[in-house]
């Protein structure tokens, strides 16, 4: 699982141009160190939309499941 969540953080980075100074999924929770114009909260919001959309896709959560925590 966490294979995925790393590789839709990557490929989310790549596609918006973002630089990952640092990455770091572990089992219940993920330290990301990210170079990136907008701020934190739109950062985060796509990681977890990414690696949701992931999860999903790979058939390792249901749609409509809740994985992450309210915050960061």
Do not use: Q, Y
């Not at 294979?3 to 990301?32: K, P, Y």
């Not at 950062?43 to 959560?61: D, P, Q």
Request: charged letters at 25%; hydrophobic letters at 45%.
């Amino acid at each position: 699982m966490w294979e995925v969540v790393e590789g839709a953080i990557r490929d989310v980075c790549s596609h918006r141009g973002w630089r990952v100074l640092a990455l770091n999924v572990r089992t219940n929770h993920v330290h990301t160190v990210v170079f990136s114009a907008p701020g934190p909260e739109r950062v985060l919001t796509a990681f977890k939309a990414w690696a949701t959309r992931r999860l999903v896709e790979a058939g390792l959560i249901e749609r409509g499941s809740r994985v992450w925590s309210r915050h960061g």
